[in-house]
């Protein structure tokens, strides 16, 4: 009997021995996780939804999703980095429930930007400038214009037209946005948001003739109904007579050459004989004759 009981003593005191055993590992286990998800937790910003290319991420575009790798993602963005991914462009399609890093999201001034900005209906059409008619490098993206051509026909006439007007300026040159600096900057190209009627006549424009931006108040929406108009030559100021048409001047009776000298409103005429001048030929002349 002593015997029997000493066995259950020993089986019941390995029992107790190992259960205390367990519950230290056990413990020990609890407290090691514990640590490594302190260290390793991360709550990433993904898609809510799939994302084509292009599109710009609104906030309701975003969840959470926590990540409890010992790797962390590179190039993620943690929940409290929200505002970082907020507005930016997805240069490449982006899954439902897909983590989101940098290398998918453009940068903030790149052009992928440009076609979001453009609203359904609308076009965006460029227009080659120069140092004068992109205003001296003083255009910059947000700006309103009118644009003007001038158009010479085939009789030589300049005629000067608005071709569209209070119109946005999109991007200057690959710009999307202005420069923080304000620091002018003379570009190749400006690109500008028209209807699609605006960009058929922007294009025979330019064929045609030369193109100028107008610079427009931020808060003049007004458009004004002019058509084209030509350009004449100024008018003379009052008492001046224009100019003296040569072939009017009745010539010498002399025999030899005469040179007609215009001076403003005045013609001199001297005689030439054998490349010679003639003593007292020189006559001052006007519409009417011999003066």
Known sequence: MNAKYLGVATVGSGLATLAIVWGIYAHNQRVHDAYVHSRHSFQYLAAAKDIAGGNRID??????????????VHGA???NEKDK??????????????????RYLAGPDSALGLPHKIPPGMRAIAIKTD?????????YPGLRVDILAAIKDDGGKVKSEAIVQNVLVLSTGKQINPDPSGKPATVPVV?????????????VA???????????????NQVEAAGPQELSKPALPPGRRPRQNLAAVPPFTSEGVVVQTTMGDKTIAQLFRNNLPVADSSETMTPGGPK
């Open 206 to 220: 330019e064929q045609e003739g030369t193109l100028y931006f107008a610079l427009r108040n931020g808060s003049d």
């Open 131 to 139: 140092e004068v008619n992109d205003l001296g490098g003083l255009l």
């Open 85 to 102: 991914v907020v507005g930016r462009i997805v240069a490449y399609p982006v899954s439902d429930g897909m983590i989101i890093t940098d």
């Open 191 to 203: 690109t500008v948001l028209v209807s699609l009627d605006q960009a058929r006549r922007i294009a």
């Open 59 to 72: 906030a309701n575009d975003l969840i959470a999703v926590n990540w409890t790798s010992d790797q962390p």
């Open 77 to 79: 963005f943690e929940l």
